[in-house]
């Protein structure tokens, strides 16, 4: 099986390309240099070549804040882009997974979220997402879309990255205690995506498993690290983010569950990042 998959640079990209691999498909792997998913014409081209059974869409525009600043770019990148890619999956018949977020939710839920919960999101980078949503599966029968929550990677900027830097300078690190979601580990979401490939399409939520607020997840990677640093909570407001965040974005995996897929918990997920990730430190 043939599988194309853009933004292949970012933190999910880079995580696909190895699962794929390992599982013996066929990869292509194409970074924003060699595939702007902007360029329908360039697009057209690479399906041309590549002639692929599957294409997973990694590609986004993820900086949270400078989409509020940077609308047209949002709107083209996470709106524009899943739609040029499902019409050109569509003319060739070919599979497209599209990977969205949780904050196509407006975060005002108690409750975890599931496929067919009314989306509402509140910042640009939420509404551009969606946009990228609705237009891909509008257009075309064979999209899967995969929304999943505070991802972190290998090798990239991320928050539990941020927090172990953080931890090797300061005593005391404040974080935000009233915003919960779930911490998703990359290659847990890689290994759900690869299963997908042959699951019907549609919206699925993936997440690993259980909940936390950005001060718990901050806590368990220092306590993971077995590190001293105090990890000490703090509200939105007295924290004052530029860009609102969904105060709770908690996604249901249960749809994903009922299939036949179950993802482990946060925490193990996260043990087996930080000691791959930080593995020749002291
Ligand atoms: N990060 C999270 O916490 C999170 C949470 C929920 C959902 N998601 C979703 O998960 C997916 C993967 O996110 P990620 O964390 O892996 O993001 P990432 O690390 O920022 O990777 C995205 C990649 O897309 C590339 N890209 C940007 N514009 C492009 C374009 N026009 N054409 C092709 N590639 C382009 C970026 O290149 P440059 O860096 O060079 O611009 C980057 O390599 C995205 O759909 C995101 O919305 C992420």
């Known amino acids: 099986m043939k599988i194309i998959v853009t933004g292949a640079k ?8 190895e699962v794929f691999v390992r599982e013996g498909y066929s990869v292509f792997p194409y970074s924003k240099q060699q595939l702007d998913i902007t360029n329908p014409i360039q697009i057209r081209e690479v ?9 997973v869409n990694a590609a986004a525009f993820t900086k949270v804040d400078l989409c509020e600043t940077e609308l047209e770019k949002s709107y083209l ?23 969205s977020t949780d904050y196509v939710f407006s975060g005002d839920q108690l409750t975890p979220y599931v ?12 509404k551009s997402k969606r946009l990228g949503e609705e237009l ?3 257009f075309y029968e064979n999209v899967t879309v995969v929304r999943t929550s505070w991802l972190y990677g290998h090798e990239s900027e991320n928050f539990v990255n941020t927090i172990k830097k953080l931890s090797d300078h300061l005593n005391e690190i404040q974080v935000v205690n009233d915003q919960y979601g779930c911490p998703t580990y ?15 399409s549609g919206i699925y939520h993936v997440t690993n498993e259980g909940c936390c607020s950005w001060f718990e997840f901050a806590k368990e ?9 105090k990890i000490v909570p703090v509200s939105t407001e007295e924290y004052g983010l530029k860009t609102p965040r969904p105060r709770y974005s908690v996604l249901s995996n249960k749809k994903l569950n009922d299939s036949g897929i179950k993802v482990r918990n946060w925490k193990d997920g996260l043990n087996e990042y930080l000691e791959k990730e930080f593995k020749y430190e002291d």
């Open 115 to 126: 496929e067919g919960d009314a989306p509402f999101p509140k910042t640009i980078y939420g």
């Open 77 to 99: 990148i996470n709106g524009l882009g899943p739609y040029y890619l499902a019409v050109e999956a569509k003319e060739r018949n070919v599979k497209l997974i599209h990977v």
């Open 136 to 138: 891909a599966l509008v």
């Open 221 to 229: 990677i220092i306590k993971s690290l077995k590190k001293q640093t």
């Open 10 to 17: 970012g933190q999910l990209g880079k995580e696909l390309l």
């Open 47 to 55: 399906f041309q070549k590549v002639k692929p059974d599957v294409v």
């Open 186 to 200: 990359t290659k847990d979401l890689s290994n759900v995506i690869k299963e997908l490939v042959t699951k019907p």
